[in-house]
Each structure stands twice: as structure tokens, then as C-alpha cells.
């Protein structure tokens, strides 16, 4: 049987997935940290890993059957230097010319010995892994997910499963996968995404999963191959032309299943591969359009939202206070008498605010957090680098940078790693955080007049639930300029069973308030209907009382 480091199978791979290869064997040795940095300007490293105390750069050269030769030597040399690590390694699929090894002695006088790995080391290194690296321990409610998935596929062929960010849906849906290889083991997997850098993530989080001898590999528009056995990440293109050309896995998971339309190329893909098992994930459900997703994969099979993860212990605790200082009383007046649409009313009713305001509340907040580390979601690539060099500027967060889709992937990637590293202390980010980034450390987020959808703002607030050791509560300063924002926190406030907009600083729950208490009781009185504003269109209109006295 090929496995993921077999000679046929490495020179099949191709450079891309070589390094995925490569990267797959450090977690199994033992790695606590592995990240591919590949690309232009990786100063001749490939991947960096940390392995006990040590940090290790590596080099990949794929060959089809040349040697690796002497320049190898000297471009891993260089990344040593550049990321200061402590072990430089040379890792290749075929053998190393006699240039390389004697290069690499040479190098021995100046500095530690740069390792040589080839294709026969890969071989032996495989043969001496267990099974599996790490070990799954699910949590209650995902072994109930887990159960009541595989009931469900089992009995209809169908499943979704619906859990907030945070609470491990990639998990589950990997211990489907495994429990589906165990049954089936010369079954093929799909896992199907909308965006190839989802994909890249979910192969790497699918490998503590797998046993050793499981391959997976990516499927995109830059990666294609036609050896399709165990498990595939493929975009939702790839899979969906594999699968006209004949490719029929035994189980299809289709993660952040609410990109499922009533047409389109997901729903496609699901008709083509009717008769495989399919089942969806996501943290939420909600579309833009009226489209329900259970449509194509049944009622979800379990849910656990962000309220009841809270509730349950299971995510951080928030502190939420809404900054409504800049409401405009006068349109507050002759709204009742107005008709206006959602969006017209938002226009008029939030005056416009300074990034200053952000600035110094923020820093109220960061004195006050134990090891603080923030994210600010931003309206635009604009506001986000204005909003970033501001705090730069400030020696709180001397470092702080902007991410978003305008960057090239390497320079968005070393900045989330700097982020990640601490070196970052703030992050002023564009839509680039809302799906498929870890980062649980966060203990501060902050929405700075952002106007998203209700399933945008669930993934932003996701970033900062996750539990770490050391970290129970996360604090989120929003900067409302949407009612719409207003009706999903005080629905989240009614849901975790708060009577009161305010709850004092002695309590361990959330809690939620308004920084101007008249504001708090006008949008108790405006928002009767939390859940359907929330979703509203911006046409939508509301049903003011008739009267509603300011107190000044």
C-alpha cells in the first residue's frame, strides 16, 4: 500500500506537495510547531518547526531524479542565519551529490551540522513512526456529535453539523473521517472547500487523525493530481471537475457548509456525487439569501452555538460593551415619524467617529489584560493601514500591523505568524480572520464601525472564544454603526439568560452594556425582535412605538 513518503508516491508528489509531505512527517516525529513559509522571499527556508527546545529551518527540493546539489547547502546555511534557528536541515525525495555532502562538511567548521535527509532516510523514518501522532480526547457534546453524525449517514446518507468557532467542528468531522477509513479502508475521502487556503488547513489539521498509512493530499487550481486514494482537500472547482471525470469518494464533509446554495457549483458537486455519504460542518448557518442549507444535507444532526458553549463552559466568557456615544438624538426624534429602511436609518442615525476614540478606549482595556492580545476588524484595506500605522505610533503597540486580502500571501502569512509568535501585538485585519484562522490566544477584539452580516460578526466574535490555558474571558469592544450589530448582542444578552443590561464587575457570566445607558433603554424599546433584525435586509423597516420619551 503507497503511503505518504513511499518513492512512487514522493516522486508523484511534486514540489508543492513534497513540502506537505515533509511537514506531515514533523508533526509525526514530534514537532509543537510546523509552518510552511514557502514562497518568494523565504530566504531559502521552506518550513520552520520547533522540536523540543530546538528550532529548526528546513529546505525541500523536490527532484524527479537528479541529485541535490551543493547550492542546496548554502541557501538552507542562509535561512539558519536569517530565522536564527538552531538546526538547518536539507530534505529531498531522490539523493545528494557528492558537491552537497562535501559542501555541508565544509560548513561543519563555521557552525552546527547541517542535516542531510534523503529519499531512503524518509523510508526508514516512516517505518519508525507509531500510528498516529497525538491523541484525540473528544469532549462530551463532541461525542454526541460524533455519534449522532454517524447515525444520521448511516441512516440516510446525510448529516450537518452545526457548532460554534471554537468548539471543534473540524474535530468531529475528523474523527467521521477516520471512523469511515476504519470501516472502509480503501474507500476515497472529498473534503471539499471554497477558498484553497481552507483546504491547505484542513489537510493539516486531518492528519492527527489519520494513521500513518493514510495519504492525503490537495486538490486546487494550482494542485493537481491524479492519484485521488485517501483523503483530498480539494476547492469546490477541482472537486466537481475530478468528479465529472469519474472520481467517486465513499464520504464527502464539506466544511463551512453555509456557502451551500440552491444552484451553484456546491450544490453541483453534491448532485454529481449523490450516491457518496455527504455531510456539512460549519459555525454558521445563515446565508445572505433565503436559501436553507438543509435542503441538500437534512436537519443538523446536532448544534451548539455560541450562547450555549458560553453557558456551558466550553468557550471563553465575554465582556461586551457597545460604544453608542455617537447616537444622533435628533434622527432618534423623527424616526417614528419616517419611514426609513434599515440602511438609510444607519446612515443618518451614527454620527461619524475618530480612530482616537477607538485608540483610547482600547488602551483603557489593555492596561487592564493580563498578557493582552487584540484584533481590530476594520471596514476597508484602508482604514485598516490608517487604523494600524496610528497604533504603531503609540509605544503600547509599537509593531502593530494591518492583514487583509490586499497583501501578498507571503507577507499576510508572516504576520499572522508574528502575531501568533507575540512579536505583533495588535492586528487591524479586513474580512482576512473571519474563516479558517486559529488564533486562540486573542483576548481583545474590537469592531471598529465594521457592517457585516450576522454570520460575519459570529466568526469575527469566534476568533476571540476559544479557551486557552490561562485564558477564560475574552473582551470585545464594538463600535456600533449598524442596528443590526445592536440587535445580535442584546439577542446574545437574552440568550445567556441576562435580565439586565449591565452586570457587575463582580460576576464570573458575560456581560453586555451600552456605553450610554439612554441608548440601552431606546434599543430595548427599538429591538423587540432581536432575532429577525439581526438578518434584516437594508431595505427592512421598523415598527417604532409610538412614543418614546428622551431622557436627557
Given amino acids: 500500500m503507497r503511503h505518504f513518503l513511499d518513492a512512487m508516491s514522493l516522486r508523484d508528489a511534486g514540489p508543492s506537495q513534497f513540502s506537505r509531505r515533509i511537514e506531515r512527517l514533523l508533526w509525526n516525529i514530534g514537532c509543537s510547531f510546523v509552518v510552511n513559509i514557502d514562497g518568494p522571499g523565504d530566504e531559502g527556508g521552506d518550513i520552520l518547526a520547533r522540536h523540543g527546545d530546538e528550532d529548526w529551518v528546513i529546505q525541500c527540493k523536490w527532484k524527479r531524479r537528479t541529485p541535490v546539489g551543493a547550492e542546496a547547502i548554502d541557501e538552507v546555511a542562509l535561512a539558519r542565519e536569517v530565522y536564527k534557528a538552531h538546526r538547518a536541515i536539507v530534505v529531498t525525495n531522490t539523493q545528494f551529490s557528492l558537491g552537497a555532502k562535501r559542501r555541508a562538511g565544509e560548513l561543519l567548521r563555521l557552525g552546527p551540522k547541517i542535516l542531510l535527509w534523503a529519499g531512503n532516510d524518509l523510508m526508514a523514518a516512516f517505518q519508525k513512526l507509531p500510528d498516529r501522532f497525538g491523541k484525540i480526547e473528544l469532549r462530551s457534546y463532541q461525542k454526541t456529535a460524533f455519534a449522532r453524525l454517524e447515525g444520521d449517514l448511516e441512516h440516510s446518507g446525510r448529516a450537518l453539523l452545526i457548532l460554534a468557532t471554537g468548539l471543534g467542528k473540524t474535530v468531529v468531522g475528523g474523527e467521521v473521517i477516520n471512523a469511515h477509513l476504519s470501516r472502509q479502508p480503501a474507500d476515497k475521502v472529498l473534503v471539499a472547500v471554497h477558498a484553497k487556503e481552507l483546504a491547505q488547513q484542513l489537510e493539516r489539521a486531518l492528519w492527527r487523525h489519520l494513521p500513518k498509512h493514510v495519504p492525503t493530499r490537495l486538490l486546487t487550481g494550482e494542485s493537481k493530481v491524479d492519484d485521488l486514494s485517501g483523503v483530498t482537500c480539494a476547492t469546490v472547482g477541482s472537486a466537481l471537475s475530478a468528479a465529472k471525470f469519474g472520481y467517486r469518494p465513499g464520504l464527502v464533509m464539506i466544511d463551512e457548509a453555509h456557502h451551500l446554495g440552491a444552484e451553484g457549483q456546491h450544490d453541483e458537486l453534491l448532485r454529481v456525487l449523490e450516491r457518496s455519504r455527504q455531510f456539512g460542518v460549519t459555525a454558521t448557518p445563515w446565508r445572505g439569501d433565503a436559501h436553507d442549507i438543509t435542503d441538500q444535507l437534512g436537519a443538523p444532526s446536532y448544534h451548539l452555538g455560541i450562547e450555549d458553549g458560553m453557558r456551558k463552559g466550553y468557550l471563553a466568557q465575554v465582556d461586551y460593551k457597545l460604544f453608542v456615544d455617537d447616537i444622533d438624538w435628533d434622527i432618534v426624534k423623527d424616526a417614528s415619524t419616517h419611514s426609513y429602511g434599515l440602511a438609510e436609518l444607519n446612515s443618518k442615525l451614527f454620527l461619524p467617529q475618530r480612530d482616537e476614540a477607538i485608540r483610547e478606549q482600547l488602551a483603557k482595556v489593555w492596561t ?185
Fill in 368 to 552: 487592564n489584560t493580563k498578557r493582552p492580545r487584540a484584533i481590530i476588524f476594520c471596514r476597508t484595506v484602508e482604514h485598516a493601514e490608517r487604523l494600524a500605522e496610528m497604533l504603531d505610533q503609540t509605544p503600547l503597540w509599537s509593531g502593530a500591523q494591518a492583514v487583509h486580502a490586499a497583501l501578498t500571501k507571503r507577507e499576510r502569512q508572516r504576520r499572522l505568524l508574528a502575531f501568533r509568535a507575540g512579536d505583533i501585538p495588535i492586528l487591524a485585519a479586513v474580512d482576512i480572520l473571519n474563516e479558517g484562522v486559529d488564533v486562540p490566544d486573542v483576548n481583545i477584539l474590537c469592531f471598529a464601525r465594521v457592517t457585516h452580516s450576522r454570520r460575519i460578526f459570529v466568526q469575527q466574535l469566534g476568533r476571540g472564544l476559544r479557551l486557552r490555558e490561562g485564558k477564560d474571558r475574552v473582551v470585545v469592544l464594538d463600535f456600533v454603526s449598524d442596528l443590526r450589530r445592536i440587535a445580535a448582542a442584546l439577542k446574545l444578552k437574552r440568550s445567556l439568560g441576562g435580565n439586565e443590561i449591565e452586570v457587575l464587575e463582580t460576576s464570573t457570566r458575560s456581560r453586555i452594556e451600552f456605553s450610554d445607558q439612554r441608548v440601552a433603554a431606546l434599543m430595548e424599546e427599538w429591538v423587540k425582535d432581536a432575532a429577525s433584525l439581526e438578518t434584516a435586509y437594508d431595505e427592512y423597516r421598523l415598527q417604532f412605538p409610538d412614543t418614546f420619551e428622551i431622557q436627557e
